[in-house]
Structures are given as C-alpha cells and as structure tokens.
C-alpha cells in the first residue's frame, strides 16, 4: 500500500527541459517557454489523475478493512508517509469501530501501543491506566 503512494514521484527534469538554443532569438525563446510549460501542464494533468485514483483506491482499501491490527498499520502508513489528511474521514470510521469494538483480541504489545498511539493521536480520550489487554 505504501509503495503505491510512493509512485507519485514526478521526475520534474523531463517536465522542464528547456528547448532553446543559444543562438535563437528572444521571440522564439518565448514560444518554445510556452510550448515547454504546455507540456508539463499536460503531463501534471496526468499526475492529478493517477494522485485521485490512488488516493479513490486507498479509501476503498479503508473501507474494506476487516483485521483491526492491519486497519491500524494502515493508518499508521498513511501516517508515515504523510498524506493521512487525505483519509481523515476514513481514518476515523476505522478508529471508531476499533474502539467500540469488543471483540477484537489484542494480546500483544505490539498492536496494544498501536491501538494506544494511533487513537490517542486521533483525539480519542484513552486515560493511561486503562488496560486495553484482556
């Protein structure tokens, strides 16, 4: 999931690669500026695209979430990475239904400071002295 993210990367010394030659004229160097920033209005056209149908993907993958533990390593990715305000709706709906729910089996510390940290983070009132192993 954090690799997809990573894929955003823009290699910007293809988007503005200057065409002019030393020897052209003040007028051409103007035109070929302006067929340059074209361009690479055209090519970051393709980036906002490729940015929304990831960041679509990842709200489904949100949605979806059915294990707590990889809910909250999910969420704590998006945070790492970054781009978690994007999810902040989805992210919340995650944490809601961990919360509240009784089910779920944490008997390790690894994913009991998860829990702790994430919705701690997120605004949620978790007093220290609570056990959140059964």
């Not at 052209?24 to 695209?49: E, F, M």
């Not at 969420?75 to 944490?95: N, W």
Request: hydrophobic share 35%; with cysteine; net charge neutral.
């Amino acid at each position: 999931m954090a690799l997809a993210l990573l894929k955003l990367v823009v290699p910007t010394s293809s988007l503005y690669t200057s065409t002019r030659l030393p020897s052209q004229s003040c007028a051409s160097s103007q035109s070929a500026a302006s067929i340059d920033h074209g361009r690479a209005l055209r090519t970051g056209d393709i980036y906002v695209k490729g940015a929304e149908k990831l960041k679509e993907e990842v709200k489904r993958m949100l949605a979806e979430v059915v294990d707590p533990l990889g809910g909250l390593e999910m969420i704590d990715d998006l945070q790492t990475l970054g781009v978690f305000y994007h999810f902040e709706d989805e992210i919340k709906r995650v944490l809601d239904n961990i919360r509240n729910d009784d089910k779920w089996n944490n008997k390790d510390l690894h994913s009991t400071s998860l829990q702790f940290r994430l919705l701690r983070q997120h605004g949620y009132n978790i007093p220290q002295g609570t056990s959140m192993i059964p």
